[in-house]
């Protein structure tokens, strides 16, 4: 059942000796219908998540208005660890794009990984996997026009622009959806012409 969160800790931590039966028998999941909430702003957040299957979205909300940050496909770690660990509010929500389910990790989970042999180190590492995917976001936010960042999701999660609507597509590159079929067509044109 938890094949693919096994085989991203054996990608991250090669070297990590866990029992995995044990594990297993720890491990719970949550279901979640397409629409339906992770967690809101303003909640504390108890819990960090790993996606089994489907697709979630991070965003924030500002003056009535949606920004997204993050998809979430399978394989993919999330939840705000800051609200986790110093139990105040999140600053963001995490919603299900699509039937989705998601490994929970409470408090109790995580302290099996604390006392597990090279535990830390696998925490650290994950730690470390969202702090670079969260770097690469805001470099990109920065550093890139929306056309490169719609660029970039084509050449690297084309999978990706088949399951997420225009509308958090656009959200996501930081513009207006009337402005993503003027991109697209721009794009398709550079590349075809």
């Excluded at 800790?9 to 909430?37: A, H, M, N, T």
């Excluded at 979630?56 to 986790?84: C, I, M, N, W």
């Excluded at 109790?108 to 180190?121: A, R, Y």
Aim: hydrophobic share 40%; net charge negative; proline share 4%.
């Amino acid at each position: 059942m938890y094949e693919s969160f096994f085989t991203f800790i054996q990608q991250l931590f090669p070297d990590f000796k866990i029992d995995f039966v044990i594990l297993e028998s720890l491990l719970k999941s949550r279901k979640l219908c397409r629409g339906e909430f992770l967690f809101q702003q303003g909640e504390i957040c108890e819990f960090v998540g790993f996606t089994l299957k489907g697709c979630l979205r991070t965003f924030v909300l500002k003056e009535a208005k949606e920004y997204t940050l993050f998809f979430h496909v399978e394989r993919q770690t999330l939840g705000d660890y800051e609200s986790f660990q110093k139990r105040q509010p999140t600053r963001f929500s995490v919603q299900a794009v699509e039937d989705s389910e998601v490994i929970i990790f409470d408090r109790k989970i995580m302290q099996f990984f604390e006392t597990t042999p090279q535990g830390q180190t696998f925490l650290r590492l994950v730690a470390e996997d969202l702090a670079f995917l969260l770097r690469d976001k805001v470099l990109s936010l920065f550093l890139d026009t929306p056309e490169e960042r719609y660029i970039n999701l084509l050449q690297n999660e084309p999978e990706l622009l088949q399951r997420i609507p225009q509308y958090y597509l656009a959200s996501y590159l930081g513009i207006e959806p009337q402005s993503l079929s003027r991109l697209k067509r721009r794009v398709y044109e550079k590349t075809f012409s």
